[in-house]
């Protein structure tokens, strides 16, 4: 009859020992995998939400139009009309043409008005964040400035900056406003757009396109 020996204890600790070191690491590297997803994921949603507010503002102003068709009864000038493009370096207010109807029996054209502006995100859960803000005014009947719904084009946005070229002096201008006489019939033929924002390593970045104005000229009255 032949003897069976066993593990003594000192290879029965050593193997726990092994065998938790080595969970101890498939553990450590899981972590860091799923760290680093997360990391990918947030910076992946940072540059889409990036690329669609650039996107967007490029359509909406490429879009924008002034119009004499209005109703001087109504509107006693070019600078209470309800269609005009005001442009400052930090803000951007005017009409477009490239409203989108989400119904089809909805009671909307393909005109509206459209604001953008960096201030105190409209969520009040961002605690004070600064967000890239977007107006929308569908209707055309009241002031520019007034009413619509804002909603947040792009979060944590440091600041905008706006430029205007100016297609006769051949120069970029840091404001356009079509309330003015001299400016009346006429909008720039590009706009520059300039967004600043934190990276992922926490530095501030620029972002710049252009968008191309393609009704650059005043709508007339109808004679």
Same mark, same amino acid.
């Given at each position: 009859?032949?003897?069976?020996?066993?593990?003594?204890?000192?290879?029965?600790?050593?193997?726990?020992?092994?065998?938790?070191?080595?969970?101890?690491?498939?553990?450590?590297?899981?972590?860091?995998?799923?760290?680093?997803?997360?990391?990918?994921?947030?910076?992946?949603?940072?540059?889409?939400?990036?690329?669609?507010?650039?996107?967007?503002?490029?359509?909406?102003?490429?879009?924008?139009?002034?119009? %004499?068709?209005?109703?001087?009864? /109504?509107?006693?000038?070019?600078?209470? &009309?309800?269609?005009?493009?005001?442009? *400052?370096? +930090?803000?951007?207010?005017?009409?477009?043409l490239a409203h989108q109807r989400l119904y089809a029996d909805a009671k909307e054209?393909?005109?509206?008005?459209?604001?953008?502006?960096?201030?105190?995100?409209?969520?009040?859960?961002?605690?004070?964040?600064?967000?890239?803000?977007?107006r929308e005014k569908v209707l055309l009947e009241e002031r520019m400035e007034r009413?619509?719904?804002?909603?947040?084009?792009?979060?944590?946005?440091?600041?905008?900056?706006?430029?205007?070229?100016?297609?006769?002096?051949?120069?970029?201008?840091?404001?356009? %406003?079509?309330?003015?006489?001299? /400016?009346?019939?006429?909008?720039?033929? &590009?706009?520059?757009?300039?967004?600043? *924002?934190? +990276?992922?390593?926490?530095?501030?970045?620029?972002?710049?396109?252009?968008?191309?104005?393609?009704?650059?000229?005043?709508?007339?009255?109808?004679?």
């Amino acid at each position: 009859m032949t003897s069976r020996r066993g593990f003594t204890l000192m290879e029965v600790v050593i193997a726990i020992g092994i065998t938790a070191f080595i969970g101890v690491v498939i553990g450590v590297s899981f972590n860091t995998t799923i760290a680093n997803k997360e990391v990918i994921e947030s910076q992946s949603e940072h540059y889409r939400m990036l690329r669609a507010a650039m996107n967007r503002m490029t359509r909406e102003i490429s879009a924008a139009y002034v119009s %004499d068709r209005y109703d001087p009864k /109504r509107y006693r000038d070019a600078y209470d &009309r309800p269609t005009n493009f005001i442009g *400052a370096r +930090d803000k951007l207010l005017f009409t477009t043409l490239a409203h989108q109807r989400l119904y089809a029996d909805a009671k909307e054209s393909d005109q509206m008005i459209v604001e953008y502006e960096v201030k105190t995100s409209p969520d009040t859960k961002a605690k004070g964040r600064n967000d890239l803000v977007r107006r929308e005014k569908v209707l055309l009947e009241e002031r520019m400035e007034r009413g619509g719904t804002e909603d947040s084009l792009y979060e944590g946005a440091k600041k905008i900056e706006f430029q205007y070229w100016n297609s006769e002096r051949k120069q970029w201008e840091d404001e356009w %406003d079509t309330r003015r006489t001299e /400016r009346k019939t006429i909008l720039p033929t &590009r706009v520059k757009i300039t967004l600043y *924002a934190v +990276d992922e390593n926490g530095k501030e970045v620029k972002y710049t396109t252009q968008a191309r104005i393609m009704l650059n000229t005043e709508f007339p009255r109808y004679q």
